[in-house]
């Protein structure tokens, strides 16, 4: 924000693969839009024009180091992240290996698209095994719930 760009107008979540490649020319030592906005993903519904000129802004170095800071403790919290993740699915599976297996394969799933925030682990599979119901069935339930 204190470097007045506008690129969480002109993408869906800074957080995908085009904010985040875009975020880290910038703690690169990008300055040019229009090369920034070179960094744009395939699937990304703005134009390349249009996000060069959400990225005309001020990349004084005062901002560019909180930019930096921030970028960095991103990167530390997803690290973190997929520790937990991986602890929790150790700890499910020793569970789901103590009991019984259910009768039937585990359903298909409800949802076809990729969900936000989901479990790096098979949070499905491993209940399902453990409870033998598939609970993301269940309207309002998915796998980040699960979790």
Do not use: W
């Not at 996000?51 to 997803?78: C, K, M, P, W």
């Not at 359903?107 to 599979?125: F, I």
């Amino acid at each position: 924000m204190e470097m007045n760009l506008q690129l969480h107008h002109v993408v869906s979540g800074i957080t995908g693969v085009t904010g985040m490649q875009i975020i880290r020319a910038i703690v690169g030592g990008e300055r040019n839009p229009d090369i920034l906005a070179a960094n744009r993903d395939l699937r990304c519904r703005s134009s390349a024009e249009i996000i060069s000129a959400a990225l005309r802004g001020n990349y004084r170095d005062e901002h560019v180091f909180a930019l930096t800071q921030a970028l960095e403790l991103y990167d530390i919290y997803q690290q973190r992240i997929v520790a937990c993740d991986r602890h929790m699915e150790g700890l499910l599976l020793l569970l789901s290996h103590r009991s019984a297996k259910p009768a039937a394969d585990l359903p298909k799933p409800r949802t076809k698209t990729k969900q936000v925030s989901v479990p790096s682990l098979d949070v499905r599979g491993i209940l399902y095994r453990l409870l033998g119901v598939d609970l993301t069935q269940i309207h309002g339930i998915g796998s980040q719930a699960c979790g």
